[in-house]
């Protein structure tokens, strides 16, 4: 089990959920990361004493530092800050659960200096993926997935002794709240309808990605960095109730499932404690109660973003790097209420026609595409909906 660890975006849902399995199994929290919710990184602070935090926002940050000069807690800023925090020498593991792009810099920076990094930020590995794996292996580091459908897949990986029995893995997925809608629903839908997830707590971005099926499409490429497999070997299966976390298939046509309640303590506490396993404050699975499972094929034609996302890992290069820019300013956009649902995913497939991709070779190569495609998304903010 590990002994010291750094929670990047520590007030987010995965964050605050990593703090209380961290008290619970008396690891020690050596620094705090967030985007600018000073507040609540203050009752942190105070809580847990961490040596050094990081506020990316540059004004919070200096508001934090009066707030909290009666303690010796260092301050840094930026993504800087959040770099600094990545590579504390003795840190046994770096919980990258901040939300969006930024998150990558500071995975490399954590690799970069020989510290594992357990992963719930998923741009990292969706845009940067080929970097970071590579990396990971020159340095030796281990990739711990804290993604709910990839801790489950590494979970029921454990007893594959060789690569060639896998068949295929099965992300299930729950459908979000739009799940058997037809597009004539979708065209009006509210933001508020698309924030509210049937089973998981998160943040607003994720969130929408459920109800778009982006969050999958990202996932499948993810799955394809984590665990070195072709795409079209990874299957989704909408699962409405999220108790089967995801599922492996080997050759003799066995399938491993990870089941459990609906909770990201499980895939945080696996990632702290791995290989062991140990008592946990994620409630027991009661299956009589939840009675019934039920298993949908995902509708493909109304929710793009499943095909969007291999077309582009498929394509490889910067093209995932692309994508993922594109949803994440067409989310803004929506929850801004200047695009309708429906055009989040055609922005991104528009997107996806419109560029080319490139080898990445560096960070500013990922960067540097990340930046393309959010100015086309903006540039063009005029003409979507056409
Ligand atoms: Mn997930």
Redesign the pocket.
């Known amino acids: 089990m590990v002994k010291n660890v750094v929670v990047l975006g520590s007030t987010g849902s995965v964050g605050k959920r990593a703090l209380e399995i961290a008290k619970n199994l008396e690891i020690c929290v050596k620094g705090l990361a967030v985007f600018n919710n000073i507040s609540l990184l203050e009752k942190q602070i105070r809580i847990f004493k961490p040596e050094k935090v990081a506020v990316y926002d540059e004004n919070a940050a200096e508001k934090l530092k009066n707030n909290i000069s009666d303690l010796n807690v260092e301050v840094l800023s930026g993504i800087d800050g959040l770099c600094e925090l990545a590579k504390i020498d003795y840190v046994d593991i770096v919980l990258n659960a901040v939300s969006g792009m930024i998150g990558l810099k500071p995975t490399l920076c954590a690799i970069d200096n020989g510290i594992n990094v357990a992963l719930a930020n ?1 741009e990292t590995l969706v845009a940067g993926g080929a970097l970071v794996m590579q990396r990971a292996k020159k340095s030796g580091v281990r990739i711990l997935p804290v ?4 801790s489950a897949i590494f979970q029921c990986l454990q007893g594959c002794y060789n690569k060639k029995d896998l068949n295929r893995l099965i992300l299930t997925a729950s459908g979000g709240p739009f799940f058997g809608k037809s597009i004539s629903y979708l065209k009006t839908v509210t933001k508020e309808a698309a924030l509210k997830h049937p089973n998981w707590s998160m943040g607003p971005k ?1 969130t929408i990605d459920s109800a778009t099926m982006m ?2 499409g990202l ?1 499948i490429i993810e799955a394809v960095w984590l665990f070195d497999i072709d795409p079209d070997k990874i299957d989704v299966l909408i699962h409405r109730e999220s108790i089967i976390h995801s599922m492996v298939e080997y050759n003799d046509n066995s399938i491993i499932a990870q089941i459990g309640v609906a909770d990201m303590g499980l895939p945080i506490q696996y990632a702290f404690t791995y290989p062991d396993r140990c008592p946990s404050i994620v409630e027991k699975l009661n299956l009589a109660s939840v009675g019934t499972l039920s298993f949908f094929k995902p509708d493909n034609e109304t929710f793009k973003g499943i095909e969007i996302c291999k077309a582009a890992i498929k394509i490889g290069g910067t093209m995932p790097a692309i994508i993922n820019a594109a949803n994440e300013e067409a989310v803004k956009l929506f929850l801004n209420n200047q695009v309708s649902f429906l055009e989040i995913t055609n922005i991104v497939n528009k997107t996806l026609n419109y560029f080319n991709a490139t080898e990445v070779n560096s960070l500013e190569d990922i960067l540097n595409a990340d930046k393309l495609a959010r100015d086309f998304v903006r540039k063009n903010i005029i003409r979507w909906g056409e």
């Open positions: 998923k993604d709910s459908e990839h994720i969050n999958k996932e």
